[in-house]
Each structure stands twice: as structure tokens, then as C-alpha cells.
């Protein structure tokens, strides 16, 4: 009995995870308006503060958001990260730091990751 109520769980999980991403990657594309951007925004990061789901996704959504073309977009993931920094945000940033290409992004993430590590 407990076997198939943890297999009912896991597949819960799983749904709501699968849900999570796909809502997650529509709302955080660079061409969505910034109110919906910033609604994602707070959405994850009070999944991470309130719930304490310490979700690789929902890190790397997070984190990859850094790069959008919107400045104010930015602004806000850098104060959240900053909210919320963790190990794994900042290897995510370092990963994304290594990604990038243009020179403005690159000197916010190491603003950053620099804020990250000595406030973290």
C-alpha cells in the first residue's frame, strides 16, 4: 500500500514539474511583455524562499534569465539571485558567465557573481 502511494507521488511530482517547465519556458521568453517576465520572476523566486524547493530547473531558469535583452529584466534576476544565492546559483552563473558573448551581460554576471559571493 505505501509502495503505490509513493509511486502516485512521484508521479505527481512529475506532472507538476513537467507543468512547472512548460509554463516557466513559455513565460520567460525574451519576447513575452515584461509583466509577465516579472510575474515568472517572483514565481520562482518565492518557490525557492517560501517552499525551500531547491530545484536544479528552477535554478537554471533563474539563472538563464540573466541574459535577457531587457536591462530592467536583468536587474531584477540579479537582485533575486542575490535574495536567494546559493553553491548552485553560483556555478550556474560561472557556466553562464563561460556562455555569454556580449560584454554588457558579461560584466553583469561577474557584478553578480561577485555581490553573490561576498554577501553568500
Given at each position: 500500500m505505501q509502495a503505490?502511494?509513493?509511486?502516485?507521488?512521484?508521479?505527481?511530482r512529475k506532472k507538476l514539474s513537467i507543468e512547472l517547465c512548460e509554463n516557466f519556458t513559455r513565460r520567460l521568453h525574451p519576447s513575452q511583455?515584461?509583466?509577465l517576465k516579472t510575474g515568472a520572476l517572483i514565481a520562482i523566486k518565492n518557490f525557492i524562499k517560501e517552499t525551500k524547493i531547491d530545484d536544479d530547473i528552477l535554478l537554471s531558469f533563474l539563472v538563464d534569465?540573466?541574459?535577457?535583452?531587457?536591462?530592467?529584466?536583468?536587474?531584477l534576476v540579479s537582485s533575486i539571485i542575490k535574495e536567494v544565492v546559493?553553491?548552485?546559483?553560483?556555478?550556474?552563473?560561472e557556466i553562464k558567465l563561460n556562455e555569454s558573448n556580449g560584454s554588457e551581460i558579461k560584466e553583469e554576471i561577474q557584478k553578480v557573481l561577485i555581490d553573490s559571493v561576498t554577501s553568500g
Open positions: 503505490i502511494t509513493k509511486k502516485k507521488e512521484t508521479d505527481q511583455s515584461k509583466e534569465s540573466i541574459t535577457d535583452p531587457d536591462k530592467e529584466i536583468r536587474k546559493n553553491n548552485e546559483i553560483i556555478e550556474l552563473l
